[in-house]
Structure formats: structure tokens, C-alpha cells
């Protein structure tokens, strides 16, 4: 071990959920995994790293235990990362309380949707942050510990190149060893990054696809989860923004799963016309059981005006075709919608009765308004181009704030679109559908089913399922 003082891994929280009408919002568990593998690089270094996650604490009460239970010593600098703009806000509390009881340790802020290459807003925000470091940070973590040579780093707020890391050789692994209350998480496995596909809402639309993570090194990973959660029977999220294996990666895992007497289940995110039925059945083998769909939209004149197919009629042909295909496999899919620029009742229609036709086999359904976020002349840009389909910014603050929810057209305002959201979630899956899907990758294995049905009885009017 070079140094056993710990080093202080925080992935911020949030005040209030951005659900805030759910119920069950403050249920879920977002693993930072992308904090998670940092501090795991600097673990076989040799370094003592700690990861705690904000979660929705009260950032006072957050502050306290994190002191009481880490051992923190005022030596190596504190490490946030901030997962969502909703999160600035907690940030910002948590920051000035921890410099009250450590005025000399520097803070380091990171998230890279959040900060994008803009360190004044951020510091505008979080005034007692004294580094932001854009980007990833992999290849930077070690020498982030050492302030006398942040100067000497690239893409960060004091470095005159701003110049993004190059790409890894191999996607970190992640050592849940790390966090102290790792059963409340459900595991995840970063197997790609990227996409590159061009929908116009991505943040990552313009980011080439990577190759996906070597299946050796997955199923090396997956045996470490397993001795620490202690159980075969994890079910990890496989992370990708796009998650598109080739039929050989395909098959070789699924050959390393049965020949090895594998039994656990996984879930990941994709497009739904992406896959095709001899990869499919060959992650079906490999203990596949939840696809998280984006299908968007079923409307013609929305899946041209999002840029998510050119060949609209062809996509949702596909679309399909793919949901038969994991109908018949066992598949469990959850089907992503996107009410976008430009919506009007017919075309959320449209969508409704395609989904209709699909019913039996749609797991559940995830419905989203879209909300813009960014703050540089691009996203200003992309509001420009959203005006000209009909749709005006709720609030016109989103320099200060980094966000700005949308009234989708004239006959489609924000509030209207949130009844459209509650209505599509109601139709499209029941009670018994949302804790199977939840209880799989967001909830604590402590939380019951005793205690999900006792929080369904006292919210009857404000779930986002239909119930009894």
C-alpha cells in the first residue's frame, strides 16, 4: 500500500427527485460507475480510495457519516462527481459544509455531461470547487491526487490545451470492495462507450462506437461481483450507451456462459432496430433477460423530425420484428419513448397504437418529455432548430441553470405532456411489471415486496403503473 490515508470518492446527490411526483423515486440507486472505476484504478496503485454515493441525503446528514466512517485525513483532495444537473444544487450545500470542517482540502469536480468544458459556470455554481476536470479521467486519475501537477494536465479549467484523452486500451473494471454500502446497488459492467448514431437529442450522437470489452475480461469481472456480493445470482446492468455486440462477441459469450454452468442475468440498453435474431438468441443463451429498447417514437413524421431513421416505415418494420423475436426468447423489454419537438395528439396516437398492437410483448414502458440540456452555443442552436418544429423553452434560463424543460407545440404544452407520460406508463405496464423491472437493477435487495406494496396501497393516485 503507498499510502493508507483515504482518499474521498463522492458522487453527488440530489435534493429532491426529478420524478418528484413518484412516489418511488427516492427508492432508486444510481450506481456512479464511472466514479466507481476511477477510484478502482487508483485501488491497484496501491492508493486507499473510499466512493460514497449523495443518494437523496440530506447533504448535513451525508456530510457527518461520510466523516465519522471514511477516517478522512486533509491530505489527498476530495473527489465529486456530479451525474446530473439536478445535482448542482445538493453540490453546492455539500461543498460549503465540508470546507467548514476541512477549509484546506482542495475539491476536484468532474461529470462530464454536466461540466462539459466549461469550468467558470461550474465554479460560478460551486464557487469553493478549485479544479474542474473535463472529459474522462482515467489516464489522469493518479496525478489529479498531486496538485502541484494539475497545471501540467490537459482538459481541465486551468490547462491551456483542452484536449480530450485518448482512447483506453481496455474499459476500467470496477471493485465494489470499495463502497461500504455496495449491497444497496445493484451491479453494473461498462462493456462499450460511445454510439455515434446522430439522433439529435444524444449527447452522444457525434461519439464513434467503441468495441465492446473483451468477453474474457467480462467474465473475470463478473466472478469478482460474485465473491464480493457473495451469490452467483447477480444481476448486473451491462453498460453501453449503445449496446450492439457483433453475432461473434454474441456467441462467444454465450458459449463462455453454458460451458461454465453461468446463472446469472443481465440487462442492457440498445436501439430497437439493432440487434438481429442470431445475436439475439445467442444473448438469450447467455442469461440475457432485460433489453432497455429505445424505440422513441412510432410516429412517421417524429422518428424523421429526432433523426432517429431516415426510413421511418423500414425502422418500425424492424422494431417489430425485434420484440416477436425476444418475446419468443424470454426477453423482458422495456421500451423507451421520447415525446419530442413538434408532438401533437395524432402523433402521440400514432405511437399509442403502435405500442397497442405490441402489448404482449412490452414488459414496461419508460416515457420522457424531452428536456434540452447545455448551456453553449450549440444547445442554443438546437433550441433554435426545436423553435422552428413548434416547441418554446418552459423557462429561457437555461444558462444559469443548464437545463430547459420544452412545450412540445402549440397543442402540446409541458404540462400536457406530463398527463401523456402518466397516461402511456398506465396503459403499457402494470404494477407487477414496474417492481420486476425496478427490483432488477435500481432497488436494494432490502427493499421488499411487502414494503412496495404497502407504498402502491398509499399512493393509489400517484403511481406511475396501473395498480389493481
Not at 461498462?190 to 444524444?202: A, D, P, Q
Not at 432497488?443 to 412496495?452: D, G, Q
Request: hydrophobic share 35%; net charge positive.
Amino acid at each position: 500500500m503507498l499510502n493508507k490515508t483515504p482518499i474521498l470518492f463522492v458522487s453527488a446527490g440530489l435534493k429532491k427527485p426529478k420524478k418528484a411526483g413518484n412516489p418511488f423515486s427516492r427508492i432508486h440507486n444510481y450506481l456512479n460507475y464511472g466514479l466507481l472505476g476511477l477510484a478502482t484504478i487508483l485501488k491497484r496503485k496501491g492508493y486507499n480510495p473510499v466512493v460514497y454515493h449523495g443518494k437523496f441525503q440530506e447533504p448535513s446528514i451525508f456530510t457527518e457519516y461520510i466523516i465519522n466512517h471514511s477516517n478522512f485525513e486533509p491530505h489527498f483532495p476530495l473527489f465529486i462527481s456530479i451525474p446530473s444537473v439536478f445535482a448542482i444544487e445538493w453540490t453546492k450545500e455539500f461543498t460549503e459544509l465540508f470546507k467548514e470542517i476541512f477549509p484546506n482540502t482542495r475539491i476536484i469536480v468532474g461529470g462530464r455531461w454536466v461540466v462539459e468544458q466549461d469550468g467558470q459556470w461550474i465554479k460560478k455554481q460551486l464557487p469553493l470547487v478549485d479544479l474542474v476536470v473535463y472529459g474522462t479521467a482515467e489516464k489522469r486519475i493518479e496525478k489529479l491526487l498531486h496538485p502541484k501537477q494539475w497545471i501540467q494536465l490537459q482538459n481541465t479549467d486551468i490547462s491551456p490545451l483542452l484536449i480530450n484523452e485518448t482512447r483506453l486500451s481496455r474499459l476500467p473494471s470496477h471493485d465494489y470492495s470499495l463502497m461500504p454500502d455496495y449491497m444497496d446497488f445493484q451491479p453494473s459492467i461498462e462493456v462499450s462507450r460511445g454510439c455515434g448514431l446522430g439522433c439529435s437529442f444524444c449527447l452522444e450522437k457525434d461519439t464513434p462506437l467503441e468495441d465492446m470489452k473483451d468477453v474474457d475480461l467480462l467474465f473475470e469481472e463478473i466472478e469478482n461481483i460474485q465473491a464480493i456480493f457473495k451469490t452467483k445470482q447477480i444481476t448486473p446492468y451491462f453498460e453501453a450507451s449503445f449496446f450492439r455486440p457483433s453475432s461473434r462477441w454474441a456467441a462467444k459469450l454465450a458459449q463462455h456462459y453454458t460451458s461454465t454452468g453461468e446463472c446469472f442475468q443481465w440487462r442492457a440498453e440498445t436501439r430497437i432496430d439493432s440487434l438481429s435474431e442470431k445475436i439475439l438468441v445467442s444473448l438469450a443463451k447467455s442469461g440475457l433477460k432485460i433489453l432497455d429498447v429505445g424505440l422513441e417514437s412510432a410516429s412517421i413524421q417524429q422518428l424523421k423530425l429526432m433523426n432517429k431513421s431516415v426510413k421511418p416505415e423500414i425502422y418500425l418494420k424492424r422494431a417489430s420484428k425485434f420484440l416477436k423475436i425476444c418475446k419468443s426468447l424470454g426477453i423482458w423489454t422495456k421500451i423507451n419513448i421520447l415525446l419530442y419537438a413538434g408532438e401533437t395528439a395524432d402523433t402521440i396516437n400514432e405511437t399509442t397504437d403502435w405500442l397497442n398492437k405490441h402489448k404482449e410483448c412490452i414488459k414496461g414502458v419508460s416515457v420522457n418529455p424531452l428536456t434540452v440540456y447545455g448551456r453553449d452555443k450549440n444547445t442554443q442552436l438546437y433550441l433554435n432548430e426545436l423553435k422552428e418544429l413548434g416547441a418554446e423553452p418552459v423557462e429561457n434560463n437555461f444558462l444559469s441553470t443548464g437545463y430547459s424543460r420544452m412545450h412540445l407545440s402549440k397543442q402540446i404544452s409541458f404540462e400536457k405532456s406530463e398527463e401523456y407520460r402518466i397516461k402511456l406508463c398506465k396503459m403499457f405496464m402494470s404494477h407487477e411489471d414496474y417492481y420486476d423491472l425496478k427490483s432488477f437493477s435500481y432497488w436494494s435487495n432490502s427493499f421488499t415486496r411487502e414494503e412496495f406494496d404497502e407504498i402502491c396501497f398509499k399512493n393509489k393516485n400517484s403511481l406511475p403503473f396501473s395498480y389493481g
